[in-house]
């Protein structure tokens, strides 16, 4: 369980930094937005994300193979929380106090959600 | 000349601001503030993703019960499947690019908007019947939403104010 938490909250870590690496997309022009694709695609931060959530995928359902559903789901929605701490101290992004109090409620809503 | 030196500090001032939101001119479609250009790409993202859900589970539960691998060929005829993964696709570039300019604390909040129209869709498609503990955890995220959304607005006054100060000193 705490593999597939790390494994998906670093992808989305990983992921964040190197979209921010290739920058800001501001265009829907088709070709500026084709080079940038590639770019993303070659960008190794991008690259560690996708392989983190593809970890983060396969955990997932050998977990589901074997473990209580209702423990999985909910417990799958800290998440949320082990993000916003990647967010806060590797992407050095700030989190208001009004901000962690919402990614908190989210957190128990989605937990709420997926019990079965 | 004091009156020019002022006049000068305005055209700064202006033009400092005018950078600032020119973030993200150059697409008609997404132009306007940061935020407004996060929710612009945000919502077609969480759309796709609760449609190519609808669409997945719709077909998997005509399939019924099955062990994985024997799934993969049927998964490769079906029509619905390949529209379903195509939607999850399309909103994962899309929640990616709102990656390249927004905050992960913002956004990945923001998409859990995703859970709740999933609970709406399901409830109404598939004909699920929803509980009321699910319902409130709807109830839960959407206040959580709210809160999230207000700390972004906030940030983003104060980006603006930061621009506004640094320019006038």
């Known amino acids: 369980m705490a593999t597939i938490i790390l494994a998906d909250s670093a992808g989305d870590v990983f992921l964040t930094k190197g979209m921010k690496e290739v920058g800001e997309i501001s265009t829907i022009n088709p070709r ?23 970890i983060f995928f396969f955990s997932f359902l050998i977990v589901l193979s074997w473990a209580d559903l209702s423990f999985v789901f909910p417990a ?29 409620l989210v957190c128990l809503g989605v937990a709420l959600i997926s019990l079965p | 000349m004091p009156l020019t030196r002022g006049q000068s500090l305005r055209t700064e001032t202006h033009l400092r601001v005018e950078r600032w939101e020119g973030t993200s001119r150059g697409a008609p479609a997404l132009r306007g503030t940061s935020l407004n250009k996060t929710i612009a790409v945000l919502i077609p993202a969480i759309f796709a993703q609760a449609v190519g859900n609808v669409f997945l589970s719709m077909r998997m539960k005509e399939i019924g019960d099955t062990h994985l691998l024997s799934l993969l060929p049927l998964a490769i005829e079906s029509p619905t499947l390949w529209l379903g993964t195509a939607l999850l696709i399309v909103s994962f570039i899309l929640f990616a690019a709102a990656l390249s300019w927004a905050d992960l604390s913002f956004v990945l909040p923001a998409v859990s908007v995703e859970v709740v129209v999933n609970v709406v869709f399901a409830s109404y498609f598939l004909n699920e019947i929803v509980s009321l503990t699910r ?12 809160l999230v959304l207000r700390s972004e607005r906030e940030k983003e006054r104060q980006k603006r104010h930061k621009l506004l100060e640094g320019s006038t000193q």
């Open chain 1, 76 to 104: 799958k929605s800290l998440v949320y929380v082990v993000s916003t701490l990647g967010a806060k101290w590797i992407l050095k992004e700030t989190v208001p106090l009004q901000r962690w109090g919402g990614i908190f």
């Open chain 2, 135 to 146: 319902w409130t955890g709807v109830l839960l995220i959407s206040i959580g939403l709210i």
């Open chain 1, 32 to 54: 500026t937005l084709l080079a940038i694709g590639r770019k993303v695609i070659g960008n190794r931060s991008f690259l560690a994300g996708i392989f983190f959530i593809s």
